[in-house]
T-cell receptor, first 114, second 117 residues
Framework: GAVVSQHPSWVICKSGTSVKIECRSL??????MFWYRQFPKQSLMLMAT?????????EQGVEKDKFLINHASLTLSTLTVTSAHPEDSSFYIC??????????FGSGTRLTVV | AQKITQTQPGMFVQEKEAVTLDCTYD???????LFWYKQPSSGEMIFLIY??????QNATEGRYSLNFQKARKSANLVISASQLGDSAMYFC??????????????FGTGTRLTVIP
């Protein structure tokens, strides 16, 4: 299947700092990338939809100024968690829409804010 | 209303046996897509199988098959000849408006499958 590379796979940061998570589609062009958040033992919650060359669309309740999304090219989308707080600790995972309209996921980033 | 319902929080299956993971969905769209993903403890989401609403035959991918019953709005995943490596969380997902726009996936709550040696 198609490959989406996501890094870092895990990060620990201090409260108040910012963290950038990158997702790259390696063998397909993803005009759309989806960013999800997953709490322990729960399902994936869509945070935002990122479209190449335009502003991201955020789901209700997701702060766009806190979770900055940039989709600068057809193969790269980034999520920056600004001024991170302990409650932002979570598993973040991206997906790109590839062949046959299947969404392929990155390997996820486990963020811990201390 | 929940768009995707997975009623089995956990399932156990003996190695080499087959297992069915249930999934029902709710949509008023005529065109939609159904997906199954596997999430091992490492966290990655692995695509397993896809079924389009207009596909007449049930999708199959190796040991995975999707039992698609449109009238009942169910899309159960069947794993044949279970292996220890199949132990993971399994998510059913749906995208409405197949092949249109940038529609995201709606996920069920998942089923944790444990394969017993």
């Amino acid at each position: 299947g198609a490959v989406v590379s996501q890094h870092p796979s895990w990060v620990i940061c201090k409260s108040g700092t910012s963290v950038k998570i990158e997702c790259r589609s390696l063998d397909f062009q993803a005009t759309t990338m989806f960013w999800y958040r997953q709490f322990p033992k729960q399902s994936l919650m869509l945070m935002a939809t990122s479209n190449e060359g335009s502003k991201a669309t955020y789901e209700q309740g997701v702060e766009k100024d806190k979770f900055l999304i940039n989709h600068a090219s057809l193969t790269l989308s980034t999520l920056t968690v600004t001024s991170a707080h302990p409650e932002d600790s979570s598993f973040y995972i991206c997906s790109g829409r590839g062949r046959r309209d299947v969404c392929y996921f990155g390997s996820g980033t486990r963020l811990t804010v201390v | 209303a929940q768009k995707i319902t997975q009623t089995q929080p956990g399932m156990f299956v003996q190695e080499k046996e087959a297992v069915t993971l249930d999934c029902t969905y709710d949509t008023s769209d005529q065109s939609y897509g159904l997906f199954w993903y596997k999430q091992p403890s490492s966290g990655e989401m692995i695509f397993l199988i896809y079924q389009g609403s207009y596909d007449e035959q049930n999708a199959t991918e190796g040991r995975y098959s999707l039992n698609f019953q449109k009238a009942r709005k169910s899309a159960n995943l069947v794993i044949s000849a279970s292996q220890l490596g199949d132990s993971a969380m399994y998510f059913c997902a749906m995208r409405e408006g197949q092949r249109t726009g940038a529609n995201n996936l709606f996920f069920g709550t998942g089923t944790r499958l444990t394969v017993i040696p």
